[in-house]
């Protein structure tokens, strides 16, 4: 009975933080845990009040590969949708190829058996998954 009192928490966790989020997302497309900074913790936090309603504009600046993206494109719209599976993202990046590379994170994420437990209500629309355009069953995208 602990541990599924304890996956209950870990899961209610996670679709209520995106730090704790965004840290499991990345373990599980790296497959190996993110080493936590208080860069990303804060990535995190900014995007999360944004996302809530509670901040309408937000620029991160930070040098390149410090996961701004990552935190931001990724773990963020994955999260959202999650929470909303009819939110729609747009995902704008100077390479097509960039952009693929985070739409196709986002879509492994709504896939795997972890998030599909965490969001039961998020699905991707099997008529609708492609590599670089997706939906859910709920029209969100």
Do not use: C
């Not at 309408?56 to 494109?73: D, E, G, Q, T, Y």
């Not at 719209?77 to 985070?102: N, Q």
């Amino acid at each position: 009975m602990t541990s599924n009192y304890s996956q209950d928490a870990l899961d209610a966790l996670l679709r209520e933080d995106l730090y704790a989020f965004t840290l499991k997302a990345f373990e599980y497309l790296e497959a190996q845990p993110l080493r936590p900074g208080r860069h990303i913790e804060l990535f995190a936090a900014e995007m999360q009040l944004a996302a809530e309603g509670q901040a309408s504009r937000l620029m991160l600046n930070a040098p390149p590969r410090s996961l701004k993206s990552f935190v931001a494109v990724v773990a963020t719209t994955a999260w959202m949708l999650g929470r909303r599976p009819s939110f729609k993202a747009m995902i704008v990046t100077h390479a097509e190829t960039l952009g693929l590379t985070h739409t196709e994170a986002v879509r492994k994420i709504l896939a795997a058996d972890w998030y599909q437990r965490v969001f039961p209500q998020t699905r991707l629309d099997p008529a609708h998954n492609r590599a670089g355009d997706f939906k859910t069953t709920a029209g969100g995208h």
